[in-house]
């Protein structure tokens, strides 16, 4: 054999043993689809004894849940005070009633309604089913069937909002305020200057039932959009929808809040003129004596917040707070209670970095104490116990050693000392309080650690009862793999980023695996899940073949400001360079994960961030599926998009479009779109399309008649594979309409 025939069979021989795996893993298809169909069903019955969230009874410290236990189905009555557990009624006899009285086959471990509802004096439940309304009495376990169930769609009406005493019904009609009483019908106007132009919306009472705060809104001149419906189930030619949508850089409306006393019918004149506002606006908030209200603006630009307090007789007006940005204001994550008794107002602000509680005086209009400070986040408040001065309030980020996204629930003094956290364990927790405060049920987890669920005291925060704790014994028998929680440092080489990775029940770390990320990047908020749950679909498309991960870059929200400045007129940097380094730190840990076959796919502005990685980062991500995206920020909704795009619109709009750069695509990419989309305009995917074929790109296109803002569904998700399972693997998908027509015979 001659050296240059030696040498390129060394060549092919090197090439197998390096294929060989990827060859390997390529083969049964089918089987890894019915398994990733499957994965769902089957697993996520394998998890017992986890509560669902409590549903507290009155003002009681009485509580229901539900539970999947190995018997089946199971819903529990608990009294915290006295520390009982039992179940609600005789599930056994229920199955064989219910079945019996529908001819329909029962399941112990699937019931047909997951909520119930006490009557009859605690003496039986109501519950929805096969659509009718049943009660079974508690006593006599006899099984009685309703009324037929209405249909949850049913179109919604205008803003109605019934008075704290329920006397009341304050309405919307013609542009215009009216009230009608529930004890005589009676029905009257309270204001006569609404029209199109200048309407009425809103509505809050008083909470002595005798005043109205509402907002007459100027109304800004908003765009168009229309929507195609291609196959309408009630006529066979196409429909064509039409509706205003306010998009960055329209005028938008101007706010202007009035009050209305009931009983005499006459307004309250309120001078104040404020600029437009994109929704910065929130309700407003009573002082428990009805005298006053405080509301908070934002103005239009994200850089000027101010909470405004208002005399309800007179209608003065006075600003007890001023905050400044040079970047934004975040009014997805901000916080506002008004402490009545001592006419006082807790809010949130991030001037010193992190997100944090400060108290203020409504009276002086000034600051009076930071309530908690330090390098952490707080995620929300829960409770403000105005009498022992304490707020209680969840945050995430203090803990030592713990992932910083984990929430706890911690109870602080006005003053900021004495804080307390509830609930210690090293997990994320979700709260539920009984009425009175008293007592609170937590149930706590983590991604990779099943959940347990226990009552808690308010006081001091020492469990009551211990509820349930999750057994996963049948799940880790069946082959689940544990997502696991991994971390590595971001862009500046000092930050931790924070993920997961998921891999496949029958993964090999011999094998070779393709990396798909999913990603969604909102600056509103963080997205990497944090509660241990056993069927994600990111866990399905692992079965597959493929290494599925996700993480949380810069950009993203609960971190610090600095961290979340990264989106700031910046949103199609989605914290590309920490997933690249991310991914990359993982690779390096794990080697079965082959980064030179890396996909990405996600929805609404998943799908705008999946598209920009194949335009902006093609060297790393060579594939994506991108749902209903929001391709450019000139076109989805100004709520959104001026809160980080910033206003006016300005050139950077254009330079991060993906519209503007679908001329750079160098990968594969699926564009999929719902014609009825009423969230993002479908036509932001179609100029994407209109891009790509003036730069004569190839691409694929899949345009799924009746659907709105979604990732696709069943077929969406099965082509998703399909194109994954081509491009990244090289492998062929099954062919489906073959087997549709084999199904058949």
């Known amino acids: ?72 189905d199971m819903f529990f009555l608990v009294d915290a005070e006295k520390k009982r557990k039992k179940p609600v009624f005789d599930h056994k006899k229920l199955v064989q009633d219910l079945a019996k009285a529908t001819g329909k086959e029962v399941k112990p471990d699937s019931l047909p309604f ?85 309407y009425y919306a809103r509505i809050v009472w008083s909470p002595d039932s005798k005043k109205i705060v509402v907002f007459q809104l100027k109304r ?72 006053d209200f405080i509301f908070r603006y934002q103005e239009r630009g994200e850089k000027l917040a101010r909470v405004y307090h208002i005399n309800a007789r007179t209608g003065a007006v006075r600003m007890i707070i001023e905050e400044k940005a040079d970047t934004f204001i975040d009014r997805y994550n901000t916080y506002l209670e008004y402490v009545s008794s001592a006419d006082e107002v807790i809010w949130s602000s991030e001037k010193d970095g992190w997100r944090h509680l400060y108290l203020y005086d409504a009276k002086e209009s000034k600051l009076k104490n930071q309530i908690t400070k330090g390098e952490w986040v707080v995620r929300g408040i829960t409770h403000v116990d105005e009498k022992a001065r304490q707020i209680y309030f969840r945050a995430s980020g203090r803990e030592p050693k713990e992932d910083p996204y984990l929430i706890h629930y911690y109870r602080i003094n006005f003053d900021g000392t004495h804080l307390l956290n509830l609930t210690p364990e090293h997990s994320n927790h979700y709260l539920s309080f009984s009425h009175d405060k008293k007592f609170f049920v937590d149930t706590y987890s983590r991604i990779d650690v099943p959940p347990v669920t226990v009552v808690r005291r308010s006081q001091d925060g020492n469990i009551v009862m211990e509820l349930e704790k999750a057994d996963i014994q049948d799940l880790l028998a069946a082959d689940w793999k544990k997502p696991e929680p991994f971390v590595a440092k971001g862009r500046d080489g000092s930050t931790d980023i924070w993920g997961v990775i998921y891999r496949p029940l029958n993964f090999d770390s011999t094998k070779s695996y393709p990396v798909i990320e999913y990603i969604y990047a909102g600056p509103h908020g963080s997205h990497v899940p944090k509660n241990f749950r056993a069927d994600r ?63 990405i796919y996600g929805t609404s502005a998943g799908g705008q961030n999946s598209t920009t ?26 709520v959104w998009n001026e809160q980080w795009m910033g206003y006016p619109v300005g050139p950077h709009y254009a330079e991060q479009s993906n519209v503007t750069n679908a001329h750079k695509l160098v990968g594969k990419l699926l564009l999929i779109v719902g014609e009825v989309d009423t969230n993002v305009p479908p036509e932001s995917t179609i100029k994407v399309v209109d891009a790509l074929i003036k730069a004569k790109k190839d691409f694929d296109l899949l345009v799924l008649p009746g659907i709105g803002h979604s990732s696709g569904g069943e077929y969406g998700e099965r082509r998703r594979r399909d194109f994954f399972v081509k491009h990244l693997m090289g492998a062929t998908p099954p062919d489906w309409n073959k087997m549709k027509k084999e199904e058949k015979k």
């Open 114 to 198: 997951r909520t119930i509802e006490f009557v009859k004096n605690m003496q039986a439940v109501s519950f929805k089913a096969y659509g009718y309304y049943w009660t079974y009495d508690l006593k006599t376990k006899r099984l009685d069937k309703g009324e037929e169930a209405a249909e949850s769609d049913q179109p919604r009406r205008s803003e109605e909002v019934k008075s704290p005493d329920k006397k009341w019904l304050a309405f919307i009609r013609d542009f215009n305020l009216f009230v009608r009483s529930f004890e005589t019908a009676e029905e009257f106007r309270l204001s006569r200057d609404g029209s199109k132009d200048k």
């Open 1 to 72: 054999m001659k050296k240059n025939q030696k040498n390129q069979l060394f060549c092919f021989v090197l090439a197998v043993l390096v294929l060989l795996p990827i060859l390997d893993y390529a083969q049964g298809k089918l089987e890894d689809y019915e398994r990733a169909n499957s994965y769902r069903s089957k697993l996520g019955n394998l998890v017992y004894n986890a509560a669902d969230r409590p549903d507290w009874i009155k003002e009681s410290h009485r509580f229901w849940y539900r539970a999947h236990t190995r018997e089946g």
């Open 537 to 599: 679909t990111q866990q399905a498309l692992t079965e597959l073949g493929f290494i599925v991960v996700q993480m949380d870059g810069m950009g993203t929200a609960n971190r610090s400001k600095a961290f979340h400045n990264v989106a700031w007129k910046n949103i199609a940097d989605a914290g590309f360079p920490d997933r690249i380094l991310w991914i990359k730190a993982a690779a390096e840990k794990y080697n079965y994960m082959d980064i030179s076959r890396v996909g």
């Open 613 to 638: 990685a194949v335009l902006f980062q093609p060297e790393f991500y060579k594939v994506a599926v991108s749902s209903c995206g929001c391709h450019d920020n000139r076109m989805d909704k100004a």
């Open 220 to 291: 800004g001149l908003e765009s168009t959009v229309h929507l195609i419906e291609s196959s309408p189930k009630d006529q066979f030619l196409a429909r064509m929808r039409s509706r205003t949508y306010q998009l960055p850089g329209d005028v938008l409306d101007i706010p202007r809040p009035c009050i209305f006393f009931v009983e005499n019918k006459q307004p309250v004149k309120v001078n104040l003129f404020l600029n437009p506002a994109p929704w910065g606006m929130r309700r407003p908030v009573w002082n428990k004596n009805s005298k």
